[in-house]
């Protein structure tokens, strides 16, 4: 596990962003260069002092953005230049309660959002930049600002928007509709096409109905969506009539993730009674996949292991876990498919993953 | 309650039922009885439900289900992009005399027929000035590797490109060195023609024995030299003369060759005058293609290991299941002319298809819309385009097919000399409209041979619960 967050200290008097140098090859005024390195820690120097990092190299440090918040004394890394996925987590409130969150909802929000754009600006070329929450439509006018402003200053970037798409109003069409929105996906849960179903999985009444509006006036505005559904055992038997569901009403979409459970928040201590084992019935899912495909839906599997998965499914089973939050069973190691599966997430009961990898 | 329109098709075999397909392509089949309960207007909550679920009917408030009518109708509607796909005639010359040759060839030795250094410029110049990140040429003739020096100043001229893709469609009686240097770079694919076994092959377009075992020799060698996704190799059929069906496939899958492209002798060129009778694709020819389609389904079902398909069958069903997926210029409405792909003749003229030019080369009409030097445009692309669609034909207006069908506007001028002829009574049509019904009885057959072919032409994992859904 790559550690996201590490203790630090600072000189300056409040949080801050900037982007970490190892040499001054190339640097520019926002970057903090270092000046001292240690296998245990290292020194970086910039416009606003001093920030000593602990427990990190510096190589492994170069050319990350941070946070530096030196009141709670520590550095988030929040864009990793080697890494495929970053995420913003811009709030922790969310107005769903969904029996499996990974990361479940604070009451509190602390805005962070002008910080987020200066780590945005600062970002990598090119780089496609994740962001979570909580519920991010939430604040949805401080979100849209952040992307519309970061677009503008770089159109290189991308950005990939978590949200469960009650927020958006038939107002918001034109706007999501500019241009600058090609470069913007949403991903969308949506665990049932039964309304009672979904809402009972989210724990709000009236879910349902509200994405179906939301969905609607993505629809409307050409905007890019990428469908996401946790496999449960309360919604495995609702797989098919999902599918059908999907190629019915949301074609448009550009990708429909199946996505096997996490262990962790809530479907930790929840796991015997929300785990649905695909090994042992994979059924439901293949008429699933079958379904969505035969109508140009673009169905793909995500976190499940891809010795997990039969044969005929398996190029639709993809490295779907970020880097800094997935393992490998030990047996992994002499497996041809290694480089293409999504292993297991570090939070994974290690006895459970070496029972199920059959190395390919 | 809103009914997205339907329209109706009595599909054979099960005379009693009808197909129902709405403007977005979505489609199902519905009994007698409910076709009783429609007329009568008396739909049960279950069908209104099934209606609703397909996206047949949207209701008042669901705000959902009428964006989901929009781009789906809207998914049918083709849209040009930039010019990025140039088929190019760097010179009419062939070495060998088809008997159906479309492009009215001239002699190996004949002079004035290649391209001009002005016209070679103008081409470069062309291609300097694309837009696309991606382009893919095609080579035509006459026999383009008579010329290799021209192909390659193309190819040269293209290294600026995202990517860039090759097709050289040849006839592969000759390859040496300097040809052969060609087909080795991994952009470049080979385009032919292999009409069956030896004695059919020779019959058509060779002549003689040595020259068609030659011309194997050269397409053996280059499956073996790089796989069978080097070349492409596609029959064309006399129905009065077809080949057997199995010694065909075998032709093709000795090579590697899984995808056979079935055509029939296009009314063009020199076919026109040695075979008049293909004017009109009679029942002869839809008889040999469906009994050429069950036979590969007969044959993917006893050998699972490979998985043989008629290139087009499968094209019209991804049109049915999966809009968008396909960009096949023969097949799409509406079919914009000279926008995102020209011809260029060997005289720098441009053309709106390879169909287009071989028209103008037989006298029939000049479709020509400008030529490389000076561009294309004025009033025969206007008023191409402007009858490139099948939306407000009277005919197509009403038929089932209409979002899975195309327009073939020179294919009509082709046979009729005209383009306002009734749709229903071209041969356009008559294909068309045999494909689609072949493919449906094909989506609610039961059978599991079938099913397990059309899953395969359709690159599905398995085979679903249904292909097509069904209302009693
Ligand atoms: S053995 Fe390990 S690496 Fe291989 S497919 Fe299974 S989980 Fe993935
Ligand atoms: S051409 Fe014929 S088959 Fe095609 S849409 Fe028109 S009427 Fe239907």
């Known amino acids: ?360 | 309650m809103t009914f997205t329109p339907l329209r109706l098709r009595a599909i054979g075999g099960e005379s009693e039922k009808a197909l129902f397909v709405n403007d977005a392509g979505r489609f199902f089949l519905g009994s007698s009885a409910f076709l009783d309960r429609m007329d009568l207007e008396q739909l049960s909550a279950g069908d209104l439900a099934f209606l609703r679920a397909g996206g047949h009917v949207v209701e008042r408030g669901d705000a959902l289900g009428a964006a989901a009518h929009a781009r789906g109708v809207a998914d049918r509607i083709a849209r040009a992009g930039p010019l990025d796909y140039l088929i190019l005639v760097p010179t009419l010359r062939c070495n060998l005399s088809c008997s159906y040759c479309q492009v009215s060839r001239v002699n190996e030795n004949q002079g004035g027929h290649d391209w001009s250094d002005d016209t070679l410029h103008a081409v470069l110049a062309l291609l300097d000035r694309l837009d696309a990140a991606h382009v893919k040429i095609e080579f035509q003739g006459g026999e383009p590797t008579l010329r290799p020096d021209l192909i390659r100043a193309v190819i040269d001229r293209c290294g600026r490109f995202e990517r860039a893709e090759f097709v050289i469609c040849t006839n592969l009686q000759r390859v040496d060195d300097e040809i052969l240097a060609l087909f080795d770079r991994p952009d470049v694919f080979v385009s032919t023609s292999l009409d069956g076994d030896l004695s059919t092959h020779t019959r058509n377009r060779t002549g003689t024995a040595e020259a068609t075992s030659a011309f194997l020799g050269n397409l053996r060698m280059l499956a073996e030299r790089h796989g069978p996704t080097k070349v492409s190799a596609l029959p064309t059929i006399d129905p009065n003369n077809p080949p057997d069906i199995d010694a065909l496939l075998d032709a093709y899958v000795d090579l590697g060759i899984d995808s056979v492209f079935l055509r029939p002798i296009n009314y063009q060129g020199f076919a026109r005058k040695r075979h008049a009778a293909s004017r009109e694709q009679g029942d002869g020819w839809r008889g040999y293609y469906e009994s050429f389609v069950r036979r590969i389904i007969e044959r993917n079902w006893a050998d699972r290991g490979r998985v043989l398909e008629e290139t087009y069958l499968s094209i019209a069903l991804r049109r049915i299941f999966q809009p968008g997926s396909e960009r096949h210029v023969d097949l799409r409405n509406p079919n914009p002319m000279g926008i995102d792909y020209v011809v260029i003749d060997h005289d720098g003229a441009v053309y709106p298809t390879d169909e287009a030019r071989m028209l103008a080369r037989s006298g029939v009409v000049d479709l020509s819309i400008g030529n490389v030097a000076e561009g294309w445009g004025g009033p025969t692309f206007d008023l191409l385009n402007a009858n490139s669609t099948n939306q407000f034909d009277p005919d197509c207006k009403r038929c089932a097919y209409q979002p899975f069908c195309g327009r073939d506007l020179v294919d009509d001028l082709a046979r009729y000399g005209r383009i306002d002829i009734q749709r229903r009574e071209t041969a356009f049509c008559r294909r068309h409209l045999h494909l689609f019904d072949l493919a449906f009885r094909l989506v609610y057959s039961d059978d599991d041979a079938i099913r397990y072919s059309l899953a395969r032409w359709l690159r599905l994992p398995g085979e679903p619960a249904a292909f097509g859904q069904r209302l009693a």
Not at chain 1, 104 to 127: I, N, Q, S, W, Y
């Open chain 1, 1 to 360: 596990m790559i550690p996201l967050m590490r203790p630090a200290l600072a000189d300056a008097e409040g949080p801050y962003v900037t982007r970490l140098r190892t040499s001054r090859i190339g640097t520019a005024s926002d970057d903090a260069i270092l000046i001292e390195g240690a296998d245990d820690g290292s020194v970086f120097s910039g416009r606003l002092g001093l920030v000593v990092i602990d427990g990190v190299r510096a190589e492994d440090l170069d050319g990350d953005i941070v946070l530096v918040d030196p009141r709670r004394g520590r550095v988030e890394r929040l864009l990793r230049v080697g890494s495929t996925t970053n995420t913003l987590l811009v709030t922790e409130r969310c107005d769903q309660l969904c029996v499996m969150c990974s990361q479940p909802p604070k009451k509190t929000h602390v805005d962070r959002f002008d910080l987020l754009e200066e780590a945005c600006r600062l970002a990598p070329d090119g780089m496609l930049i994740g962001i979570s929450g909580g519920e991010p439509t939430l604040y949805k006018e401080r979100l849209l600002t952040l992307i519309e402003r970061t677009l503008a200053a770089r159109p290189d970037l991308g950005f990939h928007v978590l949200t469960n798409a009650q927020h958006f109003e038939a107002s918001d069409v034109a706007r999501l509709g500019r241009s600058a929105y090609r470069r913007v996906s949403w991903g969308i849960p949506l665990y049932a096409s039964e309304a009672a179903l979904h809402d009972n999985i989210v724990g709000k009444e009236g879910a349902f109905a509200k994405l179906e509006e939301g969905l609607a006036h993505l629809a409307m505005a050409g905007a890019r969506v990428e469908l996401r559904t946790v496999v449960l055992s309360d919604n495995i038997d609702a797989f098919p009539a999902l599918a059908g569901y999907v190629a019915a009403r949301l074609r448009f979409v550009e990708a429909w993730s199946i996505m096997q459970l996490e262990h962790i928040g809530f479907a930790r201590n929840r796991w015997e009674q929300l785990f649905f084992d695909h090994v042992q019935r994979f059924g439901p899912i293949a008429e699933a996949l079958n379904r969505a495909l035969l109508h140009g839906v673009r169905a793909q599997l995500f976190n499940f292991p891809r010795c997990t998965v039969p044969a005929a499914y398996r190029r639709l089973a993809i490295a779907s876990i970020s880097d800094w939050k997935r393992k490998f069973a030990p047996a992994c190691l002499r497996c041809g498919e290694r480089s293409a599966c999504s292993g297991f997430f570090e939070w994974h009961p290690d006895e459970q993953a070496a029972l199920a990898v059959q190395p390919l």
